[in-house]
T-cell receptor, first 111, second 114 residues
C-alpha cells in the first residue's frame, strides 16, 4: 500500500489567493483527518470525516477554510482567501481502527 | 474538550542513557494513548500506543506506562541512540465516546549526544 498521499508537497502563494490541498487516504480506511502543524500551536485538528461525512469541524479556524470528501478515496482542504497566518504544514491522516497513519504533509507558505 | 500537557519540552541525554517523557490528560473518557516520533521535515510516525485497559506496554527499547487514576502516561526509551533524536508527541483520544481525533501534547525535542 502506498500509504496516505498528499499533494502538493509544497505550496507557495500570495495573500488573497485560493489554495487547495489534496489527500488520498489508505484504501479501506473509513476515517480521514486534517491536522495543521505550526511552531506556535503545535499539531491541531481541523476536521475529520467518517465514511465521507464530516463529523467534527470545530477546529476549522474560520469561514475561509472548507473541506470536502466527495468519495472514500479523496478529500480536499480549501483556503479562500489565504492569509500569511495560514502558513503551516497541513497533514492528512487516515485510520480504520485507532492507529492513525499520516501523510507526508503539505508545507504551505502564504506571502 | 480534551487537553494534553507534555513535559519536558526539550531533553538532552548521553548516548546509552534513558529518556523519560511525561504527559497528562484531562478527559477521563480518553482510552487510547499513542506516541508519535517526528524527525525534521517528516511526518509523525507511531512508535507505540497503549489502551486504558493496560497499565504498561513494551517494545524493545521503548515502553509506555499509563496511570488512569492520575490521568498520566509516560514514554520510556532505554539505551538511547543518536537516531532516537527527534520530536516526540503524546496524544489521546476516546473511541468509546466518539472522539476519534487525536489531541496532541506540545512535543518534546529529544537530543541524544553521541
Amino acid at each position: 500500500d502506498a500509504g496516505v498521499i498528499q499533494s502538493p508537497r509544497h505550496e507557495v502563494t500570495e495573500m488573497g489567493q485560493e489554495v487547495t490541498l489534496r489527500c488520498k487516504p489508505i484504501s479501506g480506511h473509513d476515517y480521514l483527518f486534517w491536522y495543521r502543524q505550526t511552531m506556535m500551536r503545535g499539531l491541531e485538528l481541523l476536521i475529520y470525516f467518517n465514511n465521507n461525512v464530516p463529523i467534527d469541524d470545530s477546529g476549522m479556524p474560520e469561514d475561509r477554510f472548507s473541506a470536502k470528501m466527495p468519495n472514500a478515496s479523496f478529500s480536499t482542504l480549501k483556503i479562500q482567501p489565504s492569509e500569511p497566518r495560514d502558513s503551516a504544514v497541513y497533514f492528512c491522516a487516515s485510520t480504520h481502527g485507532e492507529t492513525q497513519y499520516f501523510g507526508p504533509g503539505t508545507r504551505l507558505t502564504v506571502l | 474538550g480534551e487537553n494534553v500537557e507534555q513535559h519536558p519540552s526539550t531533553l538532552s541525554v548521553q548516548e546509552g542513557d534513558s529518556a523519560v517523557i511525561k504527559c497528562t490528560y484531562s478527559d477521563s473518557a480518553s482510552n487510547y494513548f499513542p506516541w508519535y516520533k517526528q524527525e525534521l521535515g517528516k511526518r509523525p510516525q507511531l512508535i507505540i500506543d497503549i489502551r486504558s485497559n493496560v497499565g504498561e506496554k513494551k517494545d524493545q527499547r521503548i515502553a509506555v506506562t499509563l496511570n488512569k487514576t492520575a490521568k498520566h502516561f509516560s514514554l520510556h526509551i532505554t539505551e538511547t541512540q543518536p537516531e532516537d533524536s527527534a520530536v516526540y508527541f503524546c496524544a489521546a483520544s476516546g473511541r468509546d465516546t466518539g472522539r476519534r481525533a487525536l489531541t496532541f501534547g506540545s512535543g518534546t525535542r529529544l537530543q541524544v549526544q553521541p
